[in-house]
C-alpha cells in the first residue's frame, strides 16, 4: 500500500523560509506520470490549492504564493517538495500533499510568528 509521508513544517519566523517534503513509501511504486499538489488548510477555512505539478514539469500557484513558494519533484526519489519563502502569518496552516487525487499525506504543521 502506498502511503504519503511529508516532512519540514514547523515554526518560523515572518520573511522565513520553510521547504516540505513528501515521499510516497513505496519504492517500486512509480510517480513519474502523476500529478502532484500542496494544499492547505487554516482552521475555520476550506482547504485550498497552493500549488500542483504535472509530471512533464508544468506548475500552478495559487495567486496568494506565486513568486514566493516553489514546486519541484524528484521522481527517481518519488517525492515532491514545496520550497516557500518570505513566509507571511496568514500562510500559516495545515499543509497536505497529494498524488494524482489518490492519495493524501497526513499533513504537517506551518506556524509563521514572531
Known amino acids: 500500500q502506498v502511503n504519503l509521508v511529508e516532512s519540514g513544517g514547523g515554526l518560523v519566523q515572518p520573511g522565513g523560509s520553510l521547504r516540505l517534503s513528501c515521499a510516497a513509501s513505496?519504492?517500486?511504486?512509480?510517480?513519474?506520470?502523476?500529478?502532484w499538489y500542496w494544499y492547505r488548510q487554516a482552521p475555520g477555512k476550506q482547504r485550498e490549492l497552493v500549488a500542483s505539478i504535472a509530471p512533464g514539469r508544468s506548475t500552478y500557484y495559487a495567486d496568494s504564493v506565486n513568486g514566493r513558494f516553489t514546486i519541484y519533484r524528484d521522481n527517481a526519489k518519488n517525492t515532491v517538495y514545496l520550497q516557500m519563502n518570505s513566509l507571511k502569518p496568514e500562510n500559516a496552516s495545515v499543509y497536505s500533499c497529494n498524488l494524482n487525487q489518490w492519495k493524501w499525506g497526513r499533513g504537517t504543521q506551518v506556524t509563521v510568528s514572531s
Open positions: 513505496e519504492s517500486i511504486f512509480r510517480t513519474d506520470d502523476m500529478v
